[in-house]
């Protein structure tokens, strides 16, 4: 208990592990469990039924499981549930889940969530992002692993953002975006794929050249959505290196809900 800030203000009910930390004026709720290694600066409130991995790291002034901001939400017990070694900067604000979805808000595992980044109810963050300042996400927002979302752009609810996608600043997004594929704009469109990101997570030339394939069959063909698609089964054939990711793409537009950016 002697990491714990005497101005602190910890729930009895609350489940920390030994080694947590708390820092001055800090409010832990009845519901919160929080793992090994976390550390929780100062000024932060985490409430509601609030479960966090190890080794995270939350700055001044964030607020943590908090109602969402939905009317239709009448107090039922849903969820945050947050991973392993995650990132949160200053006034960061991550809503519990609605009835309406799954009743649960996810964030992966090692995302980096810049100061005034928004997780409304219901989202769910895989790992290995990197939010920048101000991106907000609406209800119901999808983003899977190694995404990047730039500053000031935000997500229309129930969209969906495809891993290793890339998000300009001030971007807004009111439609899905596959994975890999770079957009920026309002409104937005697609400006190529992730090239340098790709590089950087260790993407061998021939897979880089498979999925930038892909994307001209998707986007420069000037085959419609359904042709493409059946063009990046022939391809996924064709390109040994990166069949899986074109996998992944495919799969992908067959779940996309709110149509792609294209």
């Given at each position: 208990m002697?990491?714990?800030?005497?101005?602190?203000?910890v729930?009895?009910?609350?489940?920390?592990?030994?080694?947590?930390?708390?820092?001055?004026?800090?409010?832990?709720?009845?519901?919160?469990?929080?793992?090994?290694?976390?550390?929780?600066?100062?000024?932060?409130?985490?409430?509601?039924?609030?479960?966090?991995?190890?080794?995270?790291k939350f700055?001044?002034?964030?607020?943590?499981?908090?109602?969402?901001?939905?009317?239709?939400?009448?107090?039922?017990?849903?969820?945050?549930?947050?991973g392993?070694?995650?990132?949160?900067?200053?006034?960061?604000?991550?809503?519990?889940?609605?009835?309406?979805?799954?009743?649960?808000?996810?964030?992966?595992d090692?995302?980096?969530?810049?100061?005034y980044?928004?997780?409304?109810?219901?989202?769910?963050?895989?790992?290995?992002?990197?939010?920048?300042?101000?991106?907000?996400l609406a209800?119901?927002?999808?983003?899977?692993?190694?995404?990047?979302?730039?500053?000031?752009?935000?997500?229309?609810?129930?969209?969906?953002?495809?891993?290793?996608?890339?998000?300009?600043m001030?971007?807004?997004?009111?439609?899905?975006?596959?994975?890999?594929?770079?957009?920026?704009?309002n409104?937005?469109?697609?400006?190529?794929?992730?090239i340098?990101g790709?590089?950087?997570?260790?993407?061998?030339r021939?897979?880089?050249?498979?999925?930038?394939?892909?994307?001209?069959?998707?986007?420069r063909?000037?085959?419609t959505?359904?042709?493409?698609k059946?063009?990046l089964?022939?391809?996924?054939?064709?390109?040994?290196?990166?069949?899986?990711d074109?996998?992944?793409?495919?799969?992908?537009?067959?779940?996309?809900?709110?149509?792609?950016?294209?």
């Amino acid at each position: 208990m002697s990491k714990i800030h005497p101005s602190a203000i910890v729930d009895p009910k609350a489940e920390l592990d030994s080694s947590v930390e708390v820092g001055p004026y800090s409010v832990i709720g009845p519901n919160v469990r929080i793992g090994a290694g976390t550390v929780v600066g100062p000024h932060v409130v985490i409430e509601g039924h609030t479960t966090i991995g190890k080794d995270n790291k939350f700055f001044q002034f964030c607020s943590i499981g908090g109602a969402p901001q939905d009317k239709k939400w009448a107090g039922e017990p849903t969820r945050l549930e947050i991973g392993d070694g995650n990132t949160i900067r200053e006034f960061v604000t991550m809503n519990l889940g609605t009835t309406q979805d799954e009743g649960v808000t996810r964030l992966g595992d090692d995302n980096w969530i810049s100061a005034y980044v928004h997780l409304a109810h219901d989202c769910r963050v895989g790992s290995h992002t990197i939010f920048s300042n101000n991106a907000q996400l609406a209800g119901h927002v999808h983003v899977g692993d190694h995404a990047i979302l730039s500053g000031y752009c935000g997500v229309h609810q129930f969209c969906k953002i495809g891993a290793h996608a890339f998000i300009g600043m001030y971007t807004s997004l009111t439609q899905d975006v596959p994975p890999f594929v770079l957009v920026s704009g309002n409104p937005a469109g697609q400006r190529g794929i992730n090239i340098e990101g790709l590089r950087r997570r260790g993407f061998t030339r021939e897979q880089i050249d498979g999925i930038r394939a892909a994307y001209k069959l998707l986007y420069r063909s000037g085959l419609t959505l359904e042709e493409a698609k059946a063009a990046l089964i022939e391809e996924e054939g064709r390109s040994q290196a990166a069949a899986g990711d074109i996998r992944a793409l495919r799969d992908f537009l067959d779940t996309a809900t709110r149509g792609i950016v294209r």
